[in-house]
């Protein structure tokens, strides 16, 4: 098997010094819980210095560590690559990897949407090449060059996520990354605290065409209020919009959710020479189903789609495997908990937990209308629509209000109960009606403690909140009740 990294040839990236035997990769890891024998260990700086795990890395297999300086406890002939700066060399790796490459490279970002449309893409490009992508959401500042650096020589198409928390983050990673194809799924108020407006998100988004190749292809989202800013960054290049509006490129005409799939039918202009010259037929139009729901994956799945067409795959086929996609756990996946095997009671799990700010939570509550709760079943006998809502943070000044204008979503009505985790979810339990509030606790501990109490079987219960809201917990503490459940009747 070709390695990864050679010494030889990351010294070449990176401009360092080798100490030690030669060695070769076949992986990159900053993180020894997950290291595989055989790995790359980077020793990155940011809560923790890996600097203190260069032994540990070592013990437990690692080939070779890129260091700024000789740990304490190693033995005198341990294979190290010294530089001045970690993650500057790691970036050297990253963009050397990427030069030695004929992949075609997908760049993704977004208020909402961004990690679900780059599994989607993953998993509709890996029949029809060898795939590379991002791990969970690796999108940030060492993100980004560790995809890339973890990326082999042979790869046929790549799909790397870029994300921000402030202004002039993406731009350099879109660079980095050097895609040919850059999607702008949505703009939404996200990360608030660290810009003065909606347009300010969206100019930071729209900045991922600055990385585009020649040649290259902008994909955006139509249905924004800030489209216009998205249009002009990608006057350069050749650009495709997504959405139900009629100035769309690629526009939606019917998205029906049934329940837990998406049906997305509509058109493309006349004059759409790319995706055209792709195969598609007159009048062109086109319809696909996605194994999700939520109005939400069926956008997604359209800029995904676009995306595939851009990089020269098959719609076709891409199209059909799309049916059999799953959003990943904590990003909408919906699945049923058993709470009695015997006679088949249970209830319907959404696990929304990794993320939230107001527009993908207005996702959520539309995905959570839309599902029928079961009649008949547990001690309540009248299925429930069931929130347990988490902070949504970096929303800046404003946060109280955005939290309280949840109350006034018209999917609301239909939710028999609201739970909310932390101190930003106080202003939304203030505002609804008391007969809709179930709870209100500082920490997800709390709520996770009484998980038995806060459902009954036929329930449908949407979990979501911000990662640092820490409500996975609860996410957690439900299943327990469906693995007790199935232990206990064995």
């Not at 690692?62 to 005198?76: D, F, H, I, K």
């Not at 029949?127 to 082999?152: C, F, K």
């Not at 939230?356 to 009248?382: D, K």
Request: hydrophobic residues 45%.
């Amino acid at each position: 098997m070709t390695p990864l990294w050679t010494r030889e040839v990351a010294l070449a990236a990176t401009g360092g010094r080798a100490q030690g035997p030669d060695w070769q990769a076949s992986g990159v890891s900053i993180d020894t819980r997950t290291l595989e024998p055989g790995d790359l260990f980077v020793a990155l700086t940011d809560v923790r210095d890996g600097h203190d795990f260069v032994a540990n890395a070592f013990e437990k297999g690692a080939a070779a560590a890129l260091v700024s300086r000789v740990p304490e406890g190693l033995a005198e002939d341990a294979p190290l690559l010294l530089v001045e700066d970690v993650l500057a060399a790691l970036e050297h790796l990253g963009a050397f990897a990427r030069d030695r490459t004929t992949a075609r490279v997908v760049a993704v970002t977004g208020s909402v949407g961004k990690t679900s449309t780059k599994e989607m893409l993953r998993h509709m490009l890996r029949r029809q090449g060898r795939t590379h992508a991002a791990e969970a959401s690796y999108n940030n500042h060492w993100g980004v060059p560790l995809t890339l650096a973890r990326m082999p020589e042979n790869t046929e198409f790549a799909v790397i996520e870029i994300g921000m928390n402030h202004p002039g983050e993406i731009a350099p990673l879109a660079c980095l990354a050097r895609p040919h194809v850059a999607i702008v799924t949505t703009v939404a108020p996200a990360h608030l605290e660290a810009f003065e407006s909606i347009e300010g998100i969206a100019r930071e988004k729209a900045s991922i065409f600055e990385g585009l190749e020649a040649g290259g292809i902008a994909i955006y989202n139509a249905d924004v209020e800030t489209a216009p800013i998205l249009a002009e960054a990608a006057v350069d290049f050749r650009s495709i919009s997504f959405g139900v509006s009629d100035d769309a490129d690629v526009r939606v005409r019917r998205l029906n959710v049934v329940d837990a799939v998406t049906v997305v039918e509509g058109e493309e202009r006349p004059d759409n020479a790319l995706l055209s010259a792709g195969g598609r037929t007159e009048p062109n139009t086109f319809i696909f189903k996605v194994g999700a729901a939520g109005r939400h994956f069926g956008m997604n799945a359209l800029a995904a789609l676009i995306a595939v067409e851009a990089v020269g795959a098959d719609w076709d086929i891409a199209a059909s495997d799309l049916a059999r996609w799953h959003p990943p756990s904590g990003r909408g996946q919906r699945e049923t908990l058993v709470l009695d095997a015997v006679e088949g009671h249970s209830i319907e799990l959404i696990d929304d937990a990794f993320n939230a700010n107001p527009a993908s939570m207005v996702a959520a509550f539309e995905v959570l209308a839309g599902i029928e709760p079961r009649e008949g079943q547990g001690r309540i006998a009248t299925g429930r629509r069931i929130a347990i809502l988490g902070d949504m943070l970096e929303l800046g000044p404003t946060e109280a209000e955005l939290h309280r204008a949840l109350a006034d979503h018209p999917a609301m009505a239909s939710f028999r109960r609201v739970d909310c985790v932390g101190p930003r979810m106080r202003a939304l339990f203030e505002a609804l009606p008391a007969h809709r509030r179930g709870r209100w606790v500082e920490t997800a501990e709390e709520l996770a403690a009484e998980a038995h109490k806060l459902i009954d079987a036929g329930d449908v219960v949407l979990v979501k909140g911000s990662k640092g809201s820490r409500v996975s917990l609860v996410v957690d503490a439900l299943r327990r009740l469906h693995q007790a459940v199935d232990e206990g009747t064995e």
